[in-house]
């Protein structure tokens, strides 16, 4: 493939408080690409007990194993990425998997029931979820990362651009969520194909987005181009003729996770001994290297908690929304999976806010260290858990629930989320040494994938009216006071240990090379 020349135009000072434009370049590939993710997820549970027949229990699990194998593969895609593909080329073949996998879902969608009667569209539903596994995981890490490639190691406006690129996700969130709640989520389960179809499209527009303007906005402030071929890589055709076995390998998991036992955990634990193996037995990196390396890894596991309970969302949120919450408002019945939406509006108008904030911050040497601000957002995440505990308390049989209870949770929801997702994926990138950046991001979706896993588990826990009470590590969980409260418990005491280490944190970030 021939490379266009870099267009360099005027470089960047350190001291510009504007953005490069590939950053906008990188938003609106993302913001499209969040629409097709979000907008199905949004309608994915829904879809799940109401078209296919599962059960919630089963539906929530087969969910969390498809969001943690969504997380997971990025370490396949970082891996590739670093040693033989580059960010471009990976973000153009997950664009196109993408696309390819919500269509597959769209003709499941179109001949829909029990898998008793109908095998072969549940056939389909695993096949295209599948081949969005694995197209995400070319993609994710690899935008990612790019975002902190356009700006120079010392350059301080990284967070604030990390936020600016992390409303771009809560933007195509919203509008792909509204687009499919109102298209999919219409109380008839025909309705669902449309979603999928809508989300395909979405995904293909972002994918030829990133082409038109890759060469032209995607550089460093001197002008040099990033994300292209590594300079020594011999397996292009190789990886290519992969994608089937690696295609197989995401189905067989997938399959037997959901309908025969565990696959995934024991994945999951591979890939975390993998990652700690690969990375520290690296004769190149420097006692300074491992020490913020191993930052990279103690603010990964208590990101765990945070995912485990704000992944609620989409399932036992959701279930809550349809049953439990009274959703009339000017005599017209909100869609439940439409609720998604407020986690994105809140996100949209405080992102800015926040770059805001922490720019001038920075500008009086005040600003809190990440892992304060990470600590902050398991805070503010118990506390949106604590108003439903409120809500719920005493609730008699029949009773529906004010919408103000959950339209408060996903407020405190989405702020505790600003002060931690953007701010670690900016602490990954600063992070990383330049060997590892891909992999090492993609130990931020290892993180992610084990919380979504927890999550679709602890939907699973969710009670059900008419059903015995489920149990937790040997508690017997008490209606929705009881499920809620276990994760005030669990974030408040994440956040308060994460504030406790903060400094031991700050040191370890700052060791000498």
Known sequence: MQTIPAQTGQPLSVESTSHPRGLYLLFATEMWERFSYYGMRAVLVLFLTKAMMMDKAF????????????????????????????NRRSILTGGLLMALGQFTLFFAASNYGPASTHAFSHQLLYLGLGVMILGNGFFKPNISSMVGSLYSATDKRKDAAYTIFYMGINLGSFIGNTTTSLIGDTGRSESFRWAFLACGIAMLLG??????????????????QVGETPAISGGIKGVFALLPVILAVILGVLYLDTAKFSTIVPLLLVAVVGIVALIFTDKSLTPGDIQRVLVIFIVSFFVVFFWAAFEQAPASLTFFADEQMDRTIFGYTLPPSIFQNLNAIFVVIGAPLMALIWTALGRRNAEPPSPLKMAFGLAFLALGYLVMCFGVSDLQPGVKVSMFFLVALYFLHSVGELCLSPIGLSLVNKLSPLKFSSLLMAVWFVANAIANYLAGFMSSLYPEEGKPAKQLLGFQIEGLYGFFLVF????????????????KLVKMMNAPV
Request: no cysteine; charged share 10%.
């Open 59 to 86: 539906a929530s699990k087969f969910y969390g194993g498809y969001t943690s194998l969504v997380y997971l593969t990025p370490l396949i895609g970082g891996f590739i990425s670093d040693r033989y593909w580059g």
């Open 488 to 503: 005030v418990v669990s974030a408040s005491l994440a956040a308060l240990i994460l504030f406790l280490v903060n400094r």
């Open 207 to 224: 994918t030829g987005v990133f082409q038109w303007g890759k060469n032209k906005y995607l550089h460093t402030p001197e002008g040099v």
